[in-house]
């Protein structure tokens, strides 16, 4: 079948791209990347020296016009983590709907102007958006949901950590797939159980199969326009509505936790060390080793705060050095830099205790090596893309699994 056509929003150092056109069966025909925090846009830097840059925007989305992006099969991108409640009173719902600043929104408008919508969409963020905002637990996900119910779109999500898969790296996310009532998932959907969708017949249990299922089932409906959903959508409850897995299909929302099943190979920390190739830069001096340990020890200690209140802070250990026979911890935005942290890895190899390399960060969300590797660009900028990836073999396995059900001419 031809090439699906991709957007590629938020795109970062390319993720999504390298996933998707890695199965041979999708092709990124826009992208846009823009950080609103930094002068220099480091990341579209990157970008661009791998892929190129036609049919790349570095602009701030907000201000991109839709009419600027062409028509796509497939919308993508790990937009950021924000407050996605609705700034509009039930007067004025007909207006503007999203919050200025929230990115979101950006997706929710190239959706609605695009006069040919984009049959499908591919979308990650951080699992806590299934129990956010903490008064009111939820609401985020449900906004996002009964937004794309309005839009056409029926979705499925599943939370998934890569490491449950065998790859190399903790990395838990939630990542949704949307069906426009146009195509033929949809309907695939719209006839099939909602349970049998998500342990056997949906897109991510085909590319990630799950076992039995821990829990019962959880089904409401979401009926409320968006702003007053905002407002009352599970107001003071104690704990989310949404499990780890889930459809909603014209606002009929199906939900249960699921468990992974796989007993394929699986990679640990060990298999992506640069043994005997890292900089001497990377190693940590003995003079620093117990400032090291400090920071990753258990700590229970009476601390005064800066208006002279006294508390006791308590925090746990940390396995120091990070354990080598099984997948790494999840990679932060600040691993990189010789400073101290409790956050950052260190490995024991024969030459003593170290950091990280770029590359081994790279490998542990599954990217090409030195894919972020420019002039101009640090280890620590390098490190803090990695920390801001995903997991490109989740991606692909998706990739996968969502073209296949999409079948040729669909």
């Not at 600040?334 to 770029?358: D, I, M, N, Y």
């Not at 894919?371 to 893309?385: E, V």
């Not at 997991?391 to 692909?396: H, I, K, P, S, Y």
Request: charged share 25%; aromatic share 10%; with cysteine.
């Amino acid at each position: 079948m031809p090439k699906l056509k991709v957007c590629e929003l938020f795109a970062g150092v390319g993720g999504f791209r390298l996933g998707l056109e890695a199965t041979g069966h999708f092709e990124v025909v826009w992208s846009n990347q823009w950080e609103p925090s930094t002068k220099t846009q480091h990341a579209s830097m990157v970008y661009e020296a791998r892929f190129g840059s036609e049919n790349h925007s570095n602009k701030d989305i907000e201000q991109v016009p839709t009419d600027e992006i062409p028509d796509h099969d497939l919308l993508v991108g790990g937009f950021p983590c924000q407050d996605y409640s609705v700034a509009t009173t039930l007067k004025n719902s007909k207006g503007l709907i999203g919050k200025k600043g929230v990115l979101w929104w950006s997706i929710h408008r190239i959706l609605k102007e695009k006069k040919n919508r984009p049959k499908y969409l591919f979308l990650e963020n951080v699992d806590r958006l299934l129990k956010s905002p903490s008064t009111q637990r939820g609401r985020d996900f449900a906004i996002m949901l009964k937004s794309l119910s309005d839009l056409g779109y029926a979705v499925e999500w599943r939370v998934l950590n890569a490491a449950d898969y065998g790859m190399p790296q903790r990395r838990r996310r939630v990542f949704f797939l949307a069906y426009h009532e146009s195509s033929s998932l949809f309907k695939k959907l719209a006839r099939t159980q909602e349970e049998d969708w998500l342990l056997e017949a949906g897109v991510f249990a085909k590319a990630f199969p799950v076992g039995f299922e821990k829990g019962g089932t959880t089904q409401f409906v979401v009926v409320e326009d968006l702003p007053t959903l905002s407002e009352t959508f599970n107001r003071n409850g104690k704990k989310s509505p949404f499990k780890n897995a889930g459809v909603c299909v014209s606002g009929n929302i199906v939900t249960k936790d699921l468990v992974p099943d796989y007993s394929g190979p699986k990679m640990a920390l060990k298999d992506i060390l640069q043994n005997g190739e890292a900089p001497d830069e990377f190693f940590i001096p003995d003079s620093e080793i117990p400032n090291w340990a400090y920071l990753k020890g258990a700590k229970k200690e009476l601390r005064t705060s800066k208006s002279g209140h006294q508390y006791h802070y308590t925090e746990g250990s940390m396995v120091f050095p990070d354990a080598l026979d099984k997948a790494s911890r999840t990679i932060i935005t600040g691993e990189g830099g010789k400073a101290p942290s409790r956050f950052k890895h260190v490995v024991q190899t024969k030459r003593g205790l170290r950091r990280l390399t770029p590359i081994e960060l790279e490998r542990l969300n599954m990217f090409p090596d030195d894919h972020t590797k420019l002039q101009g660009i640090s280890d620590s900028k390098r490190a803090f893309f990695m920390g801001n990836a995903l997991v490109v073999g989740v991606v692909e396995k998706v990739g996968v699994a969502l073209a296949e059900k999409i079948g040729p001419g669909t």
